[in-house]
Each structure stands twice: as structure tokens, then as C-alpha cells.
């Protein structure tokens, strides 16, 4: 898939069908619309092409209102990429483009990526104060020769998909929900720091994990299956991970996964954590042997929660 950090180094070789969003998540409904994309470029011979924002439009518009990106623009570009797109575009969102009038817009950027289809969701906006809408885009369609799709909402039970549903299903610690919203498992990924080292006091090594990840599952202890990100091994552990504050031993917030089977040293490598069963909630234990003993039977219910779920993710 070629990547173009600008709309005008965007080398595009045939006319385009194009999506236009932030993507966050690449759920469901994100889904569907990049296969649109695709089946109508198939259909004319063109390039199945999205546009993508980074940062997210609110943090330059609205920072203190912004809500926690569920991935990072690359793990973004690698659903994308999966997806079956052609071409992605990720224009700089700033004050310059944030006040771009609609027409130009579509004129400048839109025209200018050879769009001859144009696929957007029903709450698309676009252009300076958000003046642009569906309809906008469908009055300059008309006006400028190209076609615009507005699509209505995929939905899940009685509501749509969206980001921030999933959202809140993960501040529910609901995976099986996200599950059905993504189309995947949640997964994060996360560099393997140095910590207190108390796990492997305790006879649970753990990796620490620092993750640029800002949407998390409720706080908890979840059965996860883990493997090293871009690794020619292809590295795979079952594990049991604690997300949380750590009030037994009082030593903050972390993200730490102790692995089965396994005495590798992972510092310095990056991990990709897909949580797979919630457990139990975290909570404080009276004394480091009532932990130890916690920690025992949650990582033997964790490896019988994995062996009763295919191991489907690639």
C-alpha cells in the first residue's frame, strides 16, 4: 500500500475512489466503507484510496474535549493496509487546513487525488467551523463532476458502530462487545520497560509495558495472548496481565503481563497485547501471600480461558 504524508506528494497513477475520515479504531463501519471504496476503484479501473487525518481534527480544534485515540496512526495504517487499500493519504490537520472554506477543500484536496467517487459517513464534516456536510458534498459533486456517497450508519443492535461506542464498551471492560465492533480482538501495543521487579519476587515475572495507547479496558486482570511486534520469529506467548494500580503493593499504574512458559528477555522489544477474556477486577489483597496465591489461580484460569478460544489472529 503506498503512503503519502501530504495530499500533494500523493503519487496517484489512475483516478481515484476515495474515503475521507479519521478512522480511529478501522471498526466495523470503517470497514464497510473502505470496501465500497474498493469494490467501486475495482469497478472503473482506479485507485481504492483513503484520506486520514493526524492529529485527530480535536485535539487542534477542541484539545481539552478530545477523547483517547483507540490506536495510533500506524497500527491505523496497518488495518488500512489491510483492508485492501491501495493508497492512504494522511494530511497534516492544523489552523491552515481547520479553516479551509468547503469548496476549497474539496476543490484543492479532494479534486486534487484525482477523486472521480467519493465515500464518506453520514456524520462526516468538512471545512472551516465544520460548514461542510454530506449534502455540501453532494451539491459540489454535482457541480464539479464527481460522485459523493454518504453512507448511512452500520449498526450493532439498535445503535450504530462507532468510535466512541467502542470506546465505551472498553471503559466497560466489555470484550466481547468490542469484539463485535471492531471485527477483531483489542489489542495494544507496548515497549517492554524496566519495573520494580516484584513480580519475579513474587514467582510471576512480568513485562512492563509503556504504550502510546490511549483508549484502555476497564482496569482488571485479563487472559491475553502476546507476541513480538515485527518479530521474524514470530514470538507468540499466552500470558495473564494486570492493568490497574497495583493497591496491594502501592506501586502505580502500569500494564504488566506475566508470560507462560517462557524466561526470554524481552526488554527493549516492542509486544503486541490482544485481550482476550476479562477476568476479574483488580483489587487489594491483605499481604503479599494472599497476591501470590491470586496471582496462581488467575494465571491457571487465564490458560484455560486461551485453550477454549482459537488462536485466529494473525
Known amino acids: 500500500m503506498q503512503i503519502a504524508h501530504d495530499y500533494r506528494v500523493a503519487a496517484l497513477t489512475a483516478p481515484s475512489a476515495l474515503a475521507i475520515g479519521n478512522f480511529d479504531g478501522v471498526h466495523c463501519?470503517?470497514?464497510?466503507?473502505?470496501?465500497?471504496?474498493?469494490?467501486?476503484?475495482?469497478?472503473f479501473g482506479g485507485v481504492a484510496t483513503a484520506l486520514t487525518f493526524d492529529p485527530h481534527p480535536t485535539r487542534?480544534?477542541?484539545?481539552?474535549?478530545?477523547?483517547p485515540q483507540l490506536m495510533g496512526l500506524d497500527r491505523r495504517l496497518e488495518l488500512m493496509a489491510a483492508a485492501g487499500l491501495d493508497a492512504v493519504v494522511v494530511q497534516r490537520f492544523?489552523?491552515?487546513?481547520?479553516?479551509?472554506p468547503a469548496r476549497e477543500f474539496v476543490e484543492h484536496i479532494v479534486l486534487g487525488l484525482g477523486a472521480r467517487a467519493v465515500f464518506v459517513g453520514h456524520d462526516f464534516r468538512f471545512g472551516r467551523n465544520r460548514e461542510g456536510t454530506g449534502e455540501t458534498l453532494e451539491q459540489l459533486a454535482r457541480e464539479l463532476g464527481f460522485e459523493a456517497h454518504?453512507?448511512?450508519?452500520?449498526?450493532?443492535?439498535?445503535?450504530?458502530?462507532?468510535?466512541?461506542?467502542?470506546?465505551?464498551a472498553l471503559a466497560d471492560g466489555d470484550l466481547a462487545l468490542v469484539r463485535t465492533l471492531l471485527g477483531r480482538?483489542?489489542?495494544?501495543?507496548?515497549?517492554?520497560?524496566?519495573?520494580?521487579?516484584?513480580?519475579?519476587?513474587?514467582?510471576?515475572?512480568?513485562?512492563?509495558?509503556?504504550?502510546?495507547?490511549e483508549a484502555l479496558p476497564r482496569d482488571g486482570v485479563y487472559a491475553v495472548r502476546v507476541r513480538a511486534h515485527g518479530d521474524p520469529e514470530g514470538l507468540r506467548f499466552d500470558g495473564v496481565l494486570n492493568l490497574g494500580t497495583r493497591p496491594t503493593v502501592r506501586a502505580g499504574r502500569s500494564i504488566e503481563a506475566h508470560l507462560f512458559d517462557t524466561d526470554r528477555d524481552l526488554y527493549g522489544r516492542t509486544l503486541r497485547v490482544t485481550f482476550v477474556k476479562r477476568l476479574r477486577d483488580?483489587?487489594?489483597?491483605?499481604?503479599?501471600?494472599?497476591?501470590?496465591?491470586q496471582i496462581a489461580r488467575d494465571a491457571d484460569e487465564a490458560r484455560l480461558?486461551?485453550?477454549?478460544?482459537?488462536?485466529?489472529?494473525?
Open 29 to 43: 463501519g470503517h470497514q464497510y466503507l473502505l470496501r465500497r471504496v474498493i469494490d467501486a476503484a475495482r469497478a
Open 60 to 67: 487542534v480544534l477542541a484539545p481539552d474535549r478530545a477523547a
Open 94 to 100: 492544523d489552523t491552515t487546513l481547520s479553516s479551509q
Open 150 to 168: 454518504v453512507l448511512a450508519p452500520v449498526t450493532e443492535g439498535d445503535a450504530p458502530i462507532s468510535s466512541t461506542r467502542t470506546r465505551r
Open 185 to 213: 480482538r483489542f489489542d495494544l501495543d507496548g515497549v517492554v520497560v524496566h519495573g520494580h521487579h516484584r513480580g519475579r519476587t513474587l514467582g510471576f515475572p512480568t513485562a512492563n509495558l509503556a504504550t502510546p495507547c
Open 282 to 293: 483488580e483489587r487489594r489483597f491483605d499481604g503479599l501471600d494472599a497476591l501470590r496465591a
Open 305 to 314: 480461558a486461551l485453550s477454549q478460544e482459537p488462536d485466529d489472529e494473525p
